[in-house]
């Protein structure tokens, strides 16, 4: 380390004097800032965020403003050091927190984000102080220091969230809760630890601000599905956002035991069975205050309990059409379907495509106070007031067609059936259609004429097809290219014949490219967006139908109708700039 360098502290007048030597401030604004007493909550507030709170016009630049992310690149560029963004899913918490002390890293306004075999990356707000170095560069053994400046809110932020966990690990690792043998997790290899009797509790303090962190954390960053995935001496925590999994973290064997038994424990599910699969309901709420629903779902693996949490965001069920992608001539063929006064609409796809979005969107939209909505669901995904919804349960023979019978005596005008799963649920909803009732329910199929060879294979007679089902739409969802940085680039043309074939639409000239910012941590997207290819049952597909023609007759006669196939919509999708041409090879099947 240069002994010669000088240390000191920047403050809000340096910072001042800075911006107005470059001409980044105005006088007046300046004197503004410095003359403005600070509150009591913001009296450890660091200079740039005094700053910031002052939505100042930036000189250099009128049209924007001084922003905290704009007056921390300055700080670094002053420093001569690289701004760091802090992306707590690429960070390993628990390497990090054991570079130094919270106490440490606190009093010197600093944080470790990388560790390397010879190398430790350190962030600060405070640039210009270096008094520490010497005293960590001593407990690092060889390891040199690198600096970068970070934003002083996510400095402040971070560091007690890694360090709050860090500590909540520690603690259930050196908890004294016993949990007997009838408790702890079991699984086909299990070792015999001798003289080891002691493992957290699900109640710990410890283990419930781990479950608290991980819930928010997860709020926080979009997910919508956790995964908590057991294995020999560790257990995986992956949340999938937008589509894609990433790992988040790794948990000791004993504490990810711990976190699964918490998280049955307020979902009320059998917490010492652990033989068997269990389904269970959690209600909480996000940072926001919105209340968040919660399906969990475990499975015994090899080594324990895997347990997987949905989360069901009401502001993601329930959204506007334009907001799901279905617009144009898809949103009017989807709108001329569900106005009719009875019959079935399908809706099918994958786990995971957006159906279950799109029915409950549906569902609100003509849940007026002049007709009767009823589900029939397994299981639940959001209570929703404007409904009356119904759970499955198969333990006391409440099935899917016992459901729609219950609910034909309920004077109903709309039916939504979770799902057609076999011959009693399809023949029950053909029955509700014929009796004048609009029925709207899914399908697990590849595309949208394949709904009814499903429905012929499950045993419905085609007459009774031809007779109730209005029309069927396929879906998929494609990550939607992040709209703070995605960029010009030139259509492949190998790549766009590939995903176009065979219908040959025509190459844009250009079309948009993943590039990765803060706003998108660096994927290139950010949210998804609905394929759709609707196919109503016109009377010449019905003939067909009649005659016992074949799927690819039906198909041929549905193109020759209109029908777009679920890849022609994400084409339309890449011309305009949405996605991207992997991202709908990804997703859609080739017909």
């Known amino acids: 380390m240069n002994k010669s360098k000088v240390s000191y502290r920047i403050d809000t007048r340096w910072c001042l004097d800075e911006l107005l030597k470059e001409g980044r401030i105005s006088q007046r604004d300046a004197n503004l800032v410095a003359t403005t007493p600070r509150s009591r909550d913001k009296i450890h507030w660091h200079p740039l965020q ?41 960070i390993n918490a628990a390497t990090v927190t054991a570079v130094m002390s919270y106490a440490f890293a606190e009093r010197h306004s600093i944080l470790a984000v990388q560790v390397f075999k010879d190398e430790v990356v350190i962030a600060s707000s405070q640039p210009f102080h270096h008094e520490w170095e010497e005293n960590l560069t001593q407990t690092l053994k060889g390891k040199v220091i690198s600096r970068v400046v970070v934003n002083p809110a996510h400095l402040h932020r971070y560091s007690i969230e890694f360090y709050k966990l860090a500590r909540a690990i520690e603690g259930a690792n050196n908890s004294d809760s ?24 699900a109640n710990d303090q410890h283990i419930v601000n781990i479950v608290d962190w991980l819930l928010q954390y997860a709020f926080d960053q979009r997910a919508s599905d956790i995964h908590l995935e057991p294995r020999r001496e560790s257990g995986r925590v992956r949340f999938r956002i937008d589509g894609v999994l990433h790992n988040i973290y790794e948990f000791p064997g004993q504490i990810m035991n711990a976190v699964v038994s918490r998280i049955k424990i307020l979902g009320r599910m059998n917490v010492a069975e652990k033989r068997k699969p269990q389904d269970g309901r959690l209600k909480t709420r996000n940072p926001k205050g919105q209340e968040i629903e919660l399906r969990l779902a475990t499975l015994p693996t090899v080594f324990g309990e895997k ?285």
């Not at 939505?55 to 670094?76: F, G, I, M, R």
Request: glycine share 6%; aromatic share 6%.
């Open 178 to 201: 016993v949990v007997s043998n009838v408790n702890r997790v079991g699984n086909f290899e299990q070792l015999l630890e001798l003289g080891n009797l002691q493992s957290p509790d």
């Open 307 to 591: 347990l997987v949490m949905r989360i069901f965001d009401p502001d993601v069920l329930v959204r506007g059409f334009k907001d799901l992608g279905l617009i144009g001539a898809d949103f009017e063929k989807w709108q001329k379907m569900v106005q009719e006064p009875n019959g079935i609409i399908l809706v099918t796809g994958p786990t995971g495509s957006g159906k279950t979005t799109t029915l409950y969107s549906t569902l609100k939209q003509l849940a007026t106070d002049e007709v009767n909505v009823c589900t029939v669901e397994d299981p639940i995904e959001m209570v929703e007031g404007s409904f009356n919804q119904m759970q499955v349960h198969h333990g006391i023979d409440l099935s899917f067609a016992e459901g729609i019978r219950a609910l034909m005596r309920q004077d109903p005008d709309i039916i939504m059936v979770g799902e057609v799963r076999d011959y009693d649920t399809a023949d029950m909803a053909i029955q509700a259609a014929l009796t004048g009732h609009l029925v709207l329910s899914t399908l697990h199929t590849n595309d949208a004429p394949s709904s009814v060879t499903r429905l012929l294979d499950l045993g419905v007679p085609p007459f009774l097809i031809t007779a109730t089902v209005i029309g069927i739409m396929a879906q998929r969802l494609v990550r939607t290219l992040c709209p703070h940085c995605k960029v010009e680039a030139e259509c492949d043309a190998v790549a766009w014949a590939d995903l176009t074939q065979p219908w040959k639409a025509t190459m844009p000239t250009k079309i948009c490219a993943p590039k990765g910012c803060l706003e998108c941590r660096d994927t290139g997207y950010l949210g998804r967006v609905g394929l759709y290819e609707i196919m109503p049952m016109s009377n010449e597909v019905k003939r067909l139908l009649n005659d016992n023609a074949s799927l690819a007759e039906v198909k041929k006669q549905a193109y020759k109708e209109g029908l777009l196939p679920l890849r022609i919509a994400g084409a339309q999708k890449v011309a305009q700039g949405l996605t991207t041409i992997e991202e709908v090879l990804r997703v859609a099947p080739l017909n």
């Open 50 to 90: 005094m700053i910031a709170q002052f939505d100042v016009v930036d000189q250099a630049n009128p049209e924007h403003k001084l922003t905290l992310d704009s007056l921390s690149t300055w700080l670094a560029h002053k420093a001569g050091q690289p701004l760091f963004h802090i992306d707590p899913l690429k």
